[in-house]
């Protein structure tokens, strides 16, 4: 049986952090800088974006640590935040094209000895992923990149996004034949709903 013990901690933390402790907040932060991250590219899917929106998570937390009544109640509070802040800006953006002149990148980094050809099957493949996971359905793009980009267990992912664990395993299971579809060219839409 785990212990809570680091719960109890984490709303001594909260608690010292409503109160102003700065220290306190670098904490929380701190621990859940990992998943906080990995939540917002499963929304945005830019680092860019990402980086500037875990900047302005921190100058909210600042503000809104106070309206949050149940310090047990962080993890869940913190990722409504961040998932609320990151589908506004996701909003707000205008989609850009990905720069498809690899090629030239390519032919710059690339060691002579290397194959070229390789290397821009390899870029293409590792883009078609990334495309697939990107056109994923939020729900199951957050619980796949929480899984699989940031190394989340089940619990983890289950607690954060205040999920039951079954059904952040469907959500996976689906996640991953959408994915596998996608790249296979079958039809998306035939994956059994789980």
Same mark, same amino acid.
């Given at each position: ?10 709303? +001594? ?6 109160? $102003? ?17 990995? &939540?917002?590219?499963?929304? &945005? $899917? ?7 929106? &875990? ?24 990722? @409504?935040?961040?998932?609320?802040? @990151? #589908? ?10 990905? @720069?498809?002149?690899?090629?030239? +990148?390519?032919? %710059? ?8 050809? %390789? ?10 992923? #990334?495309? +697939?996971?990107?056109?994923?359905? %939020? ?15 089940? @619990?983890?992912?289950? %607690? ?11 959500? &996976?299971?689906? +996640? ?6 996608? #790249?296979? $060219? ?9």
């Amino acid at each position: 049986m785990r212990s809570s013990r680091p719960k109890r901690n984490e709303s +001594a933390l909260v608690c010292a952090a409503r109160q $102003g402790d700065r220290q306190a907040l670098q904490k929380l932060l701190e621990t859940h800088w990992r998943w906080l991250k990995g &939540l917002l590219y499963s929304i &945005l $899917g830019n680092p860019d974006d990402v980086d500037e929106a &875990l900047q302005s998570v921190c100058v909210l937390l600042l503000d809104k640590i106070g309206t949050l009544k149940d310090p047990e109640s962080f993890k869940p509070w913190l990722a @409504a935040v961040a998932r609320n802040l @990151a #589908l506004t800006r996701r909003q707000r953006r205008s989609r850009k094209p990905l @720069a498809l002149d690899e090629l030239s +990148a390519i032919r %710059e980094t690339a060691d002579p000895q290397q194959n070229v050809v %390789e290397e821009i099957t390899r870029q293409e493949t590792h883009q078609q992923i #990334l495309q +697939a996971i990107e056109l994923l359905p %939020e729900k199951y793009r957050e619980v796949f990149v929480m899984k699989y980009m940031q190394d989340m267990s089940y @619990a983890e992912i289950g %607690e954060i996004l205040n999920l039951p664990l079954t059904t952040v395993q469907m959500r &996976l299971v689906r +996640a991953r034949r959408m994915i596998q579809n996608r #790249l296979t $060219g079958k039809p998306v839409d035939k994956v059994p709903r789980t």
